[in-house]
């Protein structure tokens, strides 16, 4: 499996992670995703990019059962700690993955694994894989970093207007509160390039929203929302095998 950055963030953060502000609404997120989505007990959900598995935790204490993959396996060992019945984890690349047709939704939410590339063509991989997996009809609840608002507020950050990649160095802590110093690179995204990704697999935009975490909606898509949140359903061409 190949390598990527973010693993010894991950490695670094473990568990700690889930003490930063951005990952206390995820029972409002999920709330949105299951009504957007139109999902039921019973249905099964990929979850890319999972980290230590919060949203895959709310929809299976929904019914829900979820299968949640990530790169970092210090991620996947916190979200298999704890994990209530109907949520599984396992260690794969979302770059690479071999699911075919076998999920009635995607979910891949906080840069999960899309729009944490820094070689172009990653995150197209990462899509292409999320279509495969989805039966005809499954929808996806993606989100992305809103390339406006990096522009716009990012003001410790540098961004690679010709990668669309927003650069800053930050600092991450561990259990015991250690910081460390790391890189992080952010692929950011307009409405309109993402629609364009979308539809070259496949996938129907049913709707983009300005969001941020903890408090998803429908608001049209602005410059002042760090997040776009992108719904989509898996078309019908896909059951014709034109992947
Ligand atoms: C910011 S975290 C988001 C985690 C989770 N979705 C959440 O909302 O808390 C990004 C996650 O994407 C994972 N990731 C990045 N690139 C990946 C890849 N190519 N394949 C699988 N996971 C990847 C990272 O390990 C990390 O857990």
Redesign the pocket.
């Known amino acids: 499996m190949?390598d990527?950055w973010?693993?010894p963030?991950?490695d670094h953060m473990g568990a700690a992670?889930?003490r930063y502000t951005?990952?206390l609404g995820?029972a409002q997120?999920i709330d949105h995703v299951v009504s957007e989505l139109g999902l039921e007990p019973g249905m099964r959900v990929l979850?890319?990019?999972?980290?230590?598995?919060?949203?895959a935790y709310e929809l299976a204490r929904r019914g829900i059962s979820v299968h949640g993959?990530?790169?970092?396996q210090t991620?996947v060992d916190v979200a298999e700690k704890e994990a209530p019945a109907g949520a599984t984890f396992q260690?794969?690349?979302?770059?690479a993955m071999p699911f075919e047709a076998e999920f009635d939704a995607v979910?891949?939410?906080?840069?999960?694994?899309f729009g944490?590339?820094t070689v172009n063509g990653?995150d197209s991989d990462?899509l292409k894989g999320i279509s495969r997996a989805l039966r005809p009809g499954g929808g996806l609840a993606m989100?992305a970093f809103n390339a406006y608002f990096a522009v716009k507020y990012h003001e410790k950050a540098t961004f690679d207007a010709d990668a669309g990649v927003s650069h800053e160095k930050t600092e991450v802590k561990d259990q015991t509160g250690k910081s460390k110093e790391v890189d992080l690179w952010t692929g950011c995204y307009t409405p309109r390039e993402l629609r364009l990704l979308l539809s070259g697999v496949d996938l129907e935009v049913k709707s983009i929203s300005s969001v941020e975490p903890g408090a998803y909606g429908n608001a049209v898509p602005s410059m002042e929302s760090p997040e776009f949140l992108v719904i989509a359903f898996a078309t019908p061409i896909q059951r014709l095998g034109t992947r």
């Not at 979850?47 to 949203?55: I, L």
């Not at 979910?107 to 694994?113: D, H, P, R, S, W």
């Open positions: 190949a990527h973010f693993e963030i991950a992670y889930l951005f990952t995820t997120e979850d890319v990019g999972c980290g230590p598995g919060r949203h993959i990530d790169i970092s991620f260690r794969m690349d979302a770059r979910i891949c939410l906080c840069q999960g694994a944490m590339m990653h990462v989100s």
